[in-house]
């Protein structure tokens, strides 16, 4: 079987273009000129891809690569073959991106299965308003008065639930259901979430649960991304709301009344339940848990696999369950170990 290629390689870029690009600078004359079209790992990479190369514990790697130019700081220059186009830069990883996006500029959001204008394969209400140049895959269905921007796609067997508005240059992924939501420009939402569905709100009682009407909306604002399988409810008595510029990684649950501030971070399978506050650039690591009602604070960082049951100050940096502040975290785990040591020396001196 041939090998696919899904993401084809670009026109390339020359070592001066990348050095443009980058701001980086050549450690020693270029002993080839060869166009660069490809990124590859500094084990895996041939003499027309692009590398970097930012710590010493990858020494071994960079000493044999055969890549056509690596990316690495001044200090680290030196470790590399008199074969390989080295620039220097402060950021290699940050750099290597930025060059990676102009390789590669169509993997930066999903692409499409249709041509812009071509609903055929589509159910589109009539009364839906669609700009030039939307994409609506096979066995999507877009309801009554929604509104697409030019540049949109929206994904095989997605659903856009009635009066749902969807900015420009976004993309909506296949499977992906959307009620109830306003989203802004040059969202990207992938496969397979659920946004805008009603709350998880009832109030308990012996005879049985009743059921909360959940009235809110969802607010997506510009430059948000939405990983896979992430669900996000509704409002309650206020919106949900996704700050500018949010990236939320897979598997992501968001509840009803959440408010998320500008460039927060939330890594796969969090849980933010309802009524929670994300001040702006907070960062959650992966399977971190919220309850109700708390705020985290402008800046702020919690440790994977910590819960979290009241409010995180600006700033803090936040890990365990139930969380706490790291250092103090940490300073109770070796308390812990040091006394589970001692307990397990006694029982073996006993045993003797």
């Given at each position: 079987m041939?090998?696919?290629?899904?993401?084809?390689?670009?026109?390339?870029?020359?070592?001066?273009?990348?050095?443009?690009?980058?701001?980086?600078?050549?450690?020693?004359?270029?002993?080839?000129?060869?166009?660069?079209?490809?990124?590859?790992?500094?084990?895996?990479?041939?003499?027309?891809?692009?590398?970097?190369?930012?710590?010493?514990?990858?020494?071994?790697?960079?000493?044999?690569?055969?890549?056509?130019?690596?990316?690495?700081?001044?200090?680290?220059?030196?470790?590399?073959?008199?074969?390989?186009?080295?620039?220097?830069?402060?950021?290699?990883?940050?750099?290597?991106?930025?060059?990676?996006?102009?390789?590669?500029?169509?993997?930066?959001?999903?692409?499409?299965?249709?041509?812009?204008?071509d609903?055929?394969?589509?159910?589109?209400?009539?009364?839906?308003?669609?700009?030039?140049?939307?994409?609506?895959?096979?066995?999507?269905?877009?309801?009554?008065?929604?509104?697409?921007?030019?540049?949109?796609?929206?994904?095989?067997?997605?659903?856009?639930?009635?009066?749902v508005?969807?900015?420009?240059?976004?993309?909506?992924?296949?499977?992906?259901?959307?009620?109830?939501?306003?989203?802004?420009?040059r969202?990207?939402?992938?496969?397979?979430c659920?946004?805008?569905?009603?709350?998880?709100?009832?109030?308990?009682?012996?005879?049985?649960?009743?059921?909360?009407?959940?009235?809110?909306?969802?607010?997506?604002?510009?430059?948000?991304?939405?990983?896979?399988?992430?669900t996000?409810?509704?409002?309650?008595i206020?919106?949900?709301v996704?700050?500018?510029?949010?990236?939320?990684?897979?598997?992501?649950?968001?509840?009803?009344?959440v408010?998320?501030?500008?460039?927060?971070?939330?890594?796969?399978?969090?849980?933010?339940?309802?009524?929670?506050?994300?001040?702006?650039?907070?960062?959650?690591?992966?399977?971190?848990?919220?309850?109700?009602?708390?705020?985290?604070?402008?800046?702020?960082?919690?440790?994977?696999?910590s819960?979290?049951?009241?409010?995180?100050?600006?700033?803090?940096?936040?890990?365990?369950?139930?969380?706490?502040?790291?250092?103090?975290?940490?300073?109770?785990?070796?308390?812990?170990e040091?006394?589970?040591?001692?307990?397990?020396?006694a029982?073996?001196?006993?045993?003797?």
């Amino acid at each position: 079987m041939s090998e696919a290629l899904f993401l084809r390689h670009s026109r390339g870029l020359t070592l001066d273009e990348i050095a443009a690009l980058t701001g980086a600078k050549f450690a020693s004359q270029p002993s080839h000129s060869r166009r660069i079209v490809n990124v590859a790992p500094l084990d895996r990479a041939a003499p027309c891809d692009l590398t970097f190369f930012d710590s010493k514990k990858f020494g071994a790697a960079a000493g044999t690569t055969h890549a056509g130019a690596c990316l690495t700081t001044a200090a680290l220059a030196q470790e590399l073959p008199a074969r390989v186009a080295v620039l220097t830069v402060k950021d290699p990883y940050r750099a290597f991106v930025v060059a990676a996006r102009e390789l590669f500029p169509q993997a930066l959001r999903p692409s499409s299965l249709a041509e812009p204008g071509d609903f055929a394969n589509a159910h589109v209400d009539k009364s839906a308003r669609l700009e030039d140049g939307v994409t609506i895959e096979p066995g999507a269905v877009v309801g009554a008065r929604v509104e697409v921007g030019s540049g949109s796609a929206i994904g095989a067997n997605a659903v856009i639930g009635a009066e749902v508005r969807i900015g420009r240059d976004c993309s909506i992924g296949a499977g992906t259901t959307v009620t109830n939501t306003l989203i802004g420009d040059r969202v990207i939402v992938h496969p397979g979430c659920k946004i805008g569905q009603d709350g998880f709100g009832f109030v308990m009682g012996a005879s049985g649960h009743v059921k909360i009407p959940q009235v809110g909306r969802v607010i997506i604002q510009d430059h948000v991304e939405i990983g896979a399988g992430t669900t996000i409810d509704r409002g309650a008595i206020r919106d949900t709301v996704i700050g500018e510029g949010t990236k939320i990684d897979n598997l992501v649950q968001v509840g009803h009344n959440v408010s998320i501030g500008r460039h927060c971070i939330v890594v796969a399978q969090s849980g933010i339940s309802g009524s929670s506050t994300l001040e702006d650039f907070v960062v959650l690591g992966a399977r971190v848990g919220l309850n109700n009602n708390v705020t985290i604070g402008e800046g702020a960082q919690i440790a994977a696999i910590s819960v979290v049951h009241g409010d995180v100050p600006p700033g803090a940096r936040w890990g365990g369950t139930p969380a706490k502040p790291v250092k103090q975290w940490f300073r109770e785990m070796m308390i812990l170990e040091r006394l589970a040591r001692q307990k397990g020396d006694a029982d073996a001196a006993a045993d003797e």
